[in-house]
DNA sequence: CACCCGTGGGA
DNA sequence: TTCCCAAGGGT
């Protein structure tokens, strides 16, 4: 490990380089609003900067208060979550703000043992909080630390190991700047999202050269050793959009699930015998889907499961529609404008 | 621990 | 096309 001397020129090092070329533009960064930041955490996790910035501006003007998400209406929240995935992430922020309001009177918590207990807030966001909100020198550690420290020390433990987190938290506490843990664990993240990135990292322009033992001994390419991910698993489905004048049949898929909770047009193993209008494939974390689209009208009316309504089209924009459901509205369309 | 849970972008 | 990637957490 590295001395006392090495550690506070390591902190100086980066500091330095996060004042001049940190990303102080963020929308989150404007102050240390607990809520702002953890708002943006929660948006952040597997997502990337780039596509977090315009929800995570809109879902700030729609819900500026831990009240308000609190009190929020589900679908509502749901449609300002439109789009991003993983939506289990807003269902559970929004327990979570109801936590706060019952278990703290409405004042987020501001002691990391409280903080965990929080619905969707694990030891990665709770340590982002604490140091960003509350300045207290705990680690963050998502990806991006878990690169640029086994490059620091040539760590070669797999970081796809929920395990190996835990190697690195204690890596951070020692060279945690305790004057500035916010801003240090910030630092190291924009660093990892750049010149310290997965591919292509630039380490002759990295503050932290000296520092980094994988550079300095040409193992870059060794490092952070990171196991392979199953690939998804295909699923055939038919997506069948009945129509009965303005109004399609929708259907609610199951809590817990895959889009759980959403409003869809059925998707079903078995499909009509009819010729698709189009298809498409859609691929999430873990499974496939190669869906072929139907259209019908209405058959005789039977009687609805407990899961399923008609919907006018022009209450569409109501309800939030995952990607999936967007791709089976537009062959649809499609299909409409070229019958004419 | 292994598996589940979305989406968009880049090589 | 296919693969990998991104500021993880719940179960």
Not at 94 to 109: H, I
Not at 117 to 124: A, N, Q, R
Request: glycine residues 6%; contains cysteine; aromatic residues 12%.
């Amino acid at each position: 490990m590295w001395s006392d001397e090495t550690i506070v020129a390591f902190r100086k090092a980066l500091l330095d380089w996060y004042d001049a070329k940190g990303r102080d533009h963020l929308p989150w960064r404007m102050n240390q609003d607990p809520y702002r930041i953890w708002v943006s955490e929660i948006m952040l996790q597997q997502t990337q900067v780039n596509t977090v910035i315009p929800y995570f501006n809109r879902f700030v003007m729609l819900f500026p208060s831990i009240r308000d998400l609190a009190e929020a209406d589900e679908e509502v929240l749901l449609k300002a979550w439109e789009g991003l995935g993983y939506y289990s992430r807003v269902r559970n922020m929004q327990v979570a703000a109801q936590q706060v309001m019952t278990d703290y009177d409405g004042v987020f918590p501001s002691d990391p043992a409280e903080i965990i207990k929080l619905k969707g807030i694990g030891p990665y966001t709770c340590g982002a909080i604490s140091s960003m909100a509350f300045g207290l020198p705990e680690p963050a550690v998502d990806g991006n630390v878990m690169r640029v420290f086994s490059r620091l020390f040539e760590i070669g433990d797999d970081i796809a190991k929920p395990a190996t987190r835990k190697l690195f938290e204690l890596l951070v506490r020692i060279v945690i700047d305790p004057d500035r843990p916010g801003d240090f664990n910030q630092a190291i993240m924009d660093l990892g999202s750049d010149i310290c990135g997965p591919v292509n990292p630039r380490p002759e322009e990295s503050p932290l050269r000296e520092f980094n033992a994988a550079y300095k001994n040409g193992t870059m390419h060794l490092y952070p050793f990171k196991s392979k991910a199953k690939k998804p698993v295909v699923m055939d489905l038919h997506g069948v959009v009945v129509r009965r004048g303005n109004a399609y049949l929708m259907e609610k898929r199951p809590s817990g699930g895959l889009l759980g909770d959403f409003w869809t047009f059925p998707l079903v193993e078995e499909g009509p015998e009819d010729e698709p209008i189009g298809s498409f494939t859609h691929v999430f974390s873990h499974r496939k889907w190669r869906v072929q689209v139907h259209v019908q009208e209405a058959d005789s009316k039977r009687e609805l499961a407990d899961n399923m309504k008609w919907v006018l089209e022009e209450d569409f924009p109501e309800y939030a529609f995952a990607v999936p459901q967007q791709k089976m509205w537009e062959i649809v369309k499609k299909h409409e404008r070229k019958l004419f």
